[in-house]
């Protein structure tokens, strides 16, 4: 199994960027998918996850409306669309698998994960 990630950079605060994370070596339908980010010093924490289907999304409060995640099952990839970025949204961004829990939050949960991603917002 395979994860990923791409889109990453530098954004000015108040920029959007958008993540990828293109999957192979499953069935990616039956994996619900989900982004974390660990920033330098701090442990890895949850960010967004979804559904199977697409159909039910969960988000970390602090990017509830700034932060979108999809996932198109035809191309096995989930995205994470990040607006209204700021310096607090700086860290390394991981995609991962989990195929029994939905909409989990907690990294044990999950089975598989990319190698990460880094977004640095400049203020």
């Known amino acids: 199994v395979q994860l990923v990630e791409s889109g990453g950079g530098l954004v000015q605060a108040g920029g959007s960027l958008r993540l990828s994370c293109a999957a192979s070596?499953?069935?990616?339908?039956?994996?619900?998918m989900g982004w974390f980010r660990q920033a330098p010093g701090k442990e890895r924490e949850f960010v967004a996850t979804?559904?199977?289907?697409?159909?039910?999304?969960r988000y970390t409060d602090s990017v509830k409306g700034r932060f979108t995640i999809s996932r198109d099952n035809a191309k096995n990839t989930v995205y994470l669309e990040m607006n209204s970025l700021g310096p607090e949204d700086t860290a390394i961004y991981y995609c991962a698998a989990n195929r029994r829990f939905t909409l989990a939050a907690m990294r044990d949960r999950f089975d598989y994960w990319g190698q990460g991603t880094l977004v640095t917002v400049s203020s």
């Open positions: 070596g499953l069935i990616f339908s039956l994996y619900r």
């Open positions: 979804i559904s199977r289907t697409g159909g039910s999304t």
